[in-house]
């Protein structure tokens, strides 16, 4: 089992920056692709970014040039760092972590952003 915390969610002012943070627990060699997910009030989860091993990200495009995902292997955590946020970023955003050896995809409880205009 793998138990994932966020932190780092709160409310920020338009063209401001936040840096979402993602501590991983227990079975932490078995975690291969972490990413972030969103959840706008009304709407469906969606991907924002995804990194994997190596290394190589993937962002939605709404997020390209603005978010970067990293991952620091030895303290087992993955961060977001957002910036020129905009409203339409307000969200529970999500950590994911993907089982290397089965289909299994770890969830974190989730962090709200609050994006004011």
């Known amino acids: 089992q793998v138990q994932l915390v966020e932190s780092g969610g709160g409310l920020v002012q338009a063209g401001g920056s936040r840096r979402l943070s993602c501590a991983a627990s227990?079975?932490?060699?078995?975690?291969?692709?972490m990413g972030w997910y969103r959840q706008a009030p009304g709407k469906q989860r969606e991907l924002v970014a995804i990194?994997?091993?190596?290394?190589?990200?993937t962002y939605v495009d709404s997020v390209k040039g603005r978010f970067t995902i990293s991952r620091d292997n030895a303290e087992n955590t993955v961060y977001l760092q957002m910036n020129s946020l905009k409203p339409d970023d307000t969200a529970v955003y999500y950590c994911?972590?993907?089982?290397?050896?089965?289909?299994?995809?770890?969830w974190g409880q989730g962090t709200q952003v609050t994006v004011s205009s």
């Open positions: 994911a972590a993907d089982s290397l050896y089965d289909s299994r995809r770890y």
């Open positions: 227990g079975s932490i060699g078995t975690i291969g692709d």
């Open positions: 990194i994997i091993p190596s290394g190589r990200t």
